[in-house]
């Protein structure tokens, strides 16, 4: 079966600076994807970013980006030039195969933004 | 657009008592599902629909049941609360499962049971 793990439940940074979210995965598969979902305190899951794991680039969006390892399963989230309104908790997630879309959530790295 | 709308937004319930949480969705998605989210945790999916009539287990499916009877609505009924059923539960769905398309999700349901 397939697991996510975010190894860090807190993470801090300054304004306008950069911070890097950490995550692994296991699997089996050839042929997948990947996201980082954001949670503010509104509770609303929102999609920050996917990567297709059959692509070697990786996927970039404004000031986020990814850094994806596929030999290493790793797929970190960068966040560039921070701002107040990127505090909220983290959450990677792998799509198992199928068509089905389900999603396999980590357990989130909780952000905070230091003004 | 409303997109994913969940209700209630909060409920309490009694240990042994029933209800159901309400999901619908305007965009015509044949892709449903249920996630529920216990503190500290991340989301597990409960059950999901590919399209009116088909409904499936996932991870946590016990102590729950739903239904698909039309391509907008999605509920998931709890028969007997149990403590162990306090989180926030989130619906979501989707167009399709084709090149990993992004869930839209609902604003979640917090329940708790006493």
């Known amino acids: 079966a397939q697991t996510v793990t975010q190894s860090q439940p807190e993470m801090s940074v300054q304004e306008a600076e950069t911070v890097t979210l950490s995550c692994t995965y296991d699997?089996?598969?050839?042929?997948?994807?990947l996201f980082w979902y954001k949670q503010p305190p509104s509770r609303q899951m929102i999609l920050v970013i996917r990567?297709?794991?059959?692509?070697?680039q990786n996927a970039t969006e404004n000031r986020f980006s990814v850094n994806f390892q596929k030999a290493a399963k790793s797929f970190s989230l960068k966040i560039s030039d921070s701002q107040l309104g990127d505090a909220a908790m983290y959450f990677c997630?792998?799509?198992?195969?199928?068509?089905?879309?389900?999603?396999?959530f980590g357990t989130g790295t909780l952000l905070a933004v230091q003004p | 657009n409303a997109g994913v709308t969940q209700t209630p937004k909060f409920r309490i319930l009694k240990i042994g008592q029933s209800m159901t949480l309400q999901c619908t969705q305007d965009?015509?998605?044949?892709?449903m599902y249920w996630y529920r989210q216990d503190p500290g945790m991340g989301l597990k999916l409960i059950y999901y629909s590919v399209g009116a009539g088909i409904t499936d287990k996932g991870e946590v499916p016990n102590g729950y049941n739903v239904s698909r009877s039309t391509t907008e609505d999605f509920p998931l009924r709890l028969e007997l609360a149990a403590p162990s059923q306090t989180s926030v539960y989130f619906c979501?769905?989707?167009?399709?499962?084709?090149?990993?398309?992004?869930?839209?999700f609902g604003s979640g349901t917090q329940l708790s049971v006493l």
């Open positions: 997630a792998y799509r198992t195969g199928g068509a089905t879309n389900k999603l396999i």
């Open positions: 979501a769905s989707s167009y399709s499962p084709v090149e990993g398309e992004k869930l839209f």
């Open positions: 965009m015509n998605h044949n892709y």
């Open positions: 699997t089996s598969e050839s042929d997948y994807y």
């Open positions: 990567q297709e794991a059959y692509k070697q």
